[in-house]
């Protein structure tokens, strides 16, 4: 019994810290920054670096002499005849000789070296750029995650708005039933009245019931974002009114150039560039030295171990291949590319002219949504000073039910315009962080 005490002891550690590590404090950027680390097509993307690098050092090896092992048994069950001249032929009695061996066996190693080939420079030059453009892919993957992350962690703290003035509008309708219930007592309501007012809460209880729904999900969804287990606890941190407006609504006057679209089409640009001058460099010669060394043997039979049959085998030299009809092909090959020169041209202009009417967008609905939030905001403020105001009128009997129900519509249209503009203000924010390359 001791020891099943010790060990549950000694296992206690274990599980403290294994619930610690189920519950979160997280801020957005805790958020976005766990997200990152975490999610498996952030980390499925950033092997494209190391296959771009690898791709780098293969382009780079095609320098390495080619060195190879060759090995060949021919078998010859007909020797070709040969006519050899009537002087010959006096000699060996016929004009019909099958000169050869039926065993022909070779074993060697053959060398190439290049010497000049003017696309390998050019090819490594391109896997460079293609390592670039992947590295910026990437940032620009991480950027699209990271708005997805802010959009799921915005939505719980708009779930958890929509969630808390549903439990006040619902707090509300049950201090109305209960004041209507006195008025019912004492013989000033009427029935009807009552069970009215008893209707409205149970409206209000389920909307507040959807409004929690719609947060756990919300928070459910956020956890898929930053892929933790669901049953992890999180705390939010952040609230919509802490993480405030940007504190520069001047963009830097070079963000239209360090956007990773616009980036990605300069680099695009620049390998096309690589491309045109590798496929016109195909229209010049290379030059390889080659070499070549083996052993002969020949015979009629597969004696390999008597040396007396073999005999070496080697030569040196240069291979220069000139391409001549390639080039009629290599000529629309050219043209193709120059054409994707011409193409990718005119999609970066038009891209900066989109980034700069996107920043500019953006700026003027955060402006804006910022500018109704903070109305709306007012208003909702002003809406529970009326009810405070109203709730003590009503108590003191200046008021009937119906009349405050008049009030709880504005009130209730004052929370949806409240809600609208918060949600049209995260919205505008993320964009405008998006635009401005905040991320």
């Known amino acids: 019994m001791k020891k099943i005490i010790l060990i549950a002891f000694a296992f206690l550690p274990l599980f403290g810290k294994a619930q610690v590590q189920q519950k979160m404090n997280l801020s957005l950027q805790e958020a976005i920054q766990l997200g990152l680390q975490n999610r498996y097509d952030v980390k499925s993307k950033s092997f494209n670096a190391y296959l771009a690098k690898n791709k780098i050092s293969s382009k780079k090896k095609v320098w ?29 009695g016929t004009n019909e000789l099958k000169l050869g061996a039926k065993n022909v066996s070779s074993f060697g190693l053959s060398l190439n070296q290049p010497l000049f080939q003017p696309g390998i420079n050019t090819d490594v030059k391109i896997a460079k750029a293609n390592l670039a453009l992947q590295n910026e892919k990437i940032k620009g993957d991480k ?25 006040e509008e619902e707090q509300r309708f049950f201090t109305y039933k209960q004041l209507v219930h006195g008025e019912l007592t004492n013989g000033v309501a009427i029935k009807n009245e009552y069970l009215r007012a008893k209707l409205d809460e149970k409206n209000a209880q389920i909307k507040t019931q959807t409004m929690q729904q719609n947060y756990l999900l919300a928070l459910h969804y956020l956890k898929y974002q930053i892929n933790v287990p669901p049953h992890t606890k999180i705390s939010l941190t952040d609230s919509i009114g802490k993480i405030d407006l940007i504190k520069n609504l001047q963009p830097p006057s070079d963000i239209v150039e360090n956007r990773t679209e616009i980036k990605q089409l300069k680099l695009k640009k620049r390998e096309n560039k690589l491309r045109l001058k590798r ?16 052993q ?39 043209q193709t590319q120059e054409i994707k020169e011409k193409q990718l041209g005119m999609t970066l202009k038009q891209r900066k002219s989109d980034v700069r009417f996107q920043i500019q967008k953006a700026r003027t609905d955060l402006e804006n949504a910022q500018e109704n939030r903070n109305t709306a905001k007012k208003n909702y403020d002003l809406s529970q000073r009326i009810y405070k105001n109203q709730q003590q009128q009503f108590k003191l009997g200046a008021f009937d039910y119906n009349k405050l129900l008049d009030t709880e519509k504005s009130m209730h249209k004052s929370e949806e315009n409240y809600i609208q ?15 401005v390359g905040e991320w």
Not at 65 to 85: C, F, H, K, M, W
Not at 279 to 294: E, K, M
Not at 302 to 330: C, H, M, V
Request: glycine content about 2%; charged content about 20%.
């Open 296 to 334: 002969l043997y020949q015979n009629d039979n597969f004696r390999y171990t008597e040396s007396k049959w073999w005999s070496p085998q080697s030569y040196l030299g240069l291979k220069i291949d000139i391409p001549i009809t390639a080039n009629f092909s290599n000529k629309n090959n050219i």
């Open 279 to 294: 496929v016109r460099q195909n229209a010049l010669p290379s030059i390889s030295f080659v070499g070549y060394y083996a």
């Open 64 to 92: 390495i002499p080619d060195l190879s092992a060759e090995g060949n048994i021919q078998y010859n069950t007909q020797l070709r005849t040969t006519i050899v001249p009537k002087s010959f032929a006096a000699m060996a």
């Open 143 to 167: 950027i699209d995650v990271k708005n997805a992350i802010a959009k799921a962690y915005f939505d719980v703290l708009l779930k958890q708005l929509q969630f808390k003035i549903a439990k």
């Open 421 to 435: 503009a918060v949600y049209k203000y995260i919205r505008a924010k993320i964009a405008y962080w998006k635009a």
